[in-house]
Nanobody
Framework: QVQLVESGGGLVQAGGSLALSCAAS????????MGWYRQRPGKQRELVAS????????LNYADFVKGRFTISRGNPNTVYLQMNSLKFEDTGVYYC???????????????WGQGTQVTVSS
């Protein structure tokens, strides 16, 4: 049973910082991608940042977070998101995401965390 568990959400003032963590647990053979999506009120879920490869060798950022957020991978199944210079528009639910291959099934699939609320006050 593969699970993704997020932590680190909360309330912060505009211009402040917040750090998110996500750990994937279970029997995992291959991690293709780990990253973060968010869903702002009234908006569709969107990619924030991701890492590709088992060791997170490649980093990808959405344009709206470049220069403010930093994604990084722990070994082997943890992903972090350091968020600086937060804006009111960053408010939303942030979801950990992984595309990985479980030990008992030879097909890679998408997995999602439950989400953690990030609220930025103006």
């Amino acid at each position: 049973q593969v699970q993704l568990v997020e932590s680190g959400g909360g309330l912060v003032q505009a211009g402040g910082s917040l750090a998110l963590s996500c750990a994937a647990s279970g029997s995992i053979t291959v991690i293709n991608t780990m990253g973060w999506y968010r869903q702002r009120p009234g908006k569709q879920r969107e990619l924030v940042a991701s890492t590709t490869g088992y060791k997170g060798d490649s980093l990808n950022y959405a344009d709206f977070v470049k220069g403010r957020f930093t994604i990084s991978r722990g070994n082997p199944n943890t992903v972090y998101l350091q968020m600086n210079s937060l804006k009111f528009e960053d408010t939303g639910v942030y979801y950990c995401y992984a595309n990985l291959r479980p030990l008992d099934w030879g097909v890679s699939s998408d997995y999602w965390g439950q989400g953690t609320q990030v609220t930025v006050s103006s």
